[in-house]
């Protein structure tokens, strides 16, 4: 009995010892500028601003930072307006996901959209190129 209440005192510190220096080690890492950046625009916004949201997820997305949280203010920006725009942005973000097919849809979503705004002439030759480019 008494080797099993040593045991577990000991397991019971280890545990301890690994929580307490895991929520120190993540507690105070400071947010990288481009974050922060993001929110301070974000927060700014005006609740209709579907730019505002677009851009701070797409500096987030380029820079592979704050993933989960661009993705958010995407999913945002899409659905104040849903525009050329935003709707490549999410390609982008699927693309850095490792999600080829959904970042193909989201590219085509894109230009069909531009198309029906700006006509069949429209320039979609850099989604057309992001497209090839992950076909690769």
């Known amino acids: 009995m008494k080797t099993f209440v040593l045991a577990l005192a000991k397991s ?13 080690t993540y507690a105070n890492l400071p947010s990288d500028k481009t974050t922060e950046k993001a929110r301070s625009a974000v927060a700014a916004a005006a609740p209709d601003d579907w730019k ?23 999913e945002k920006s ?3 307006q849903a525009n050329p725009y935003n709707l490549e942005v999410r390609g982008d973000y699927y693309a850095a996901m490792n999600l080829p097919e ?15 705004k700006n006509g069949t002439d429209a320039d979609v030759t850099a989604l057309q190129e992001k497209i090839m480019n ?3």
């Open 52 to 74: 505002t949201y677009a851009e701070s997820a797409a500096k987030c997305i380029r820079k592979g930072v704050n993933m989960k949280e661009a993705h958010d203010w995407l």
């Open 12 to 24: 019971f510190f280890v545990a301890f010892f690994v929580i307490a220096a895991t929520n120190s």
């Open 134 to 136: 992950i076909k690769r």
């Open 102 to 116: 959904k970042a193909i849809e989201a590219y085509i979503e894109a230009m069909n959209v531009k198309r029906s």
């Open 78 to 80: 899409i659905a104040i």
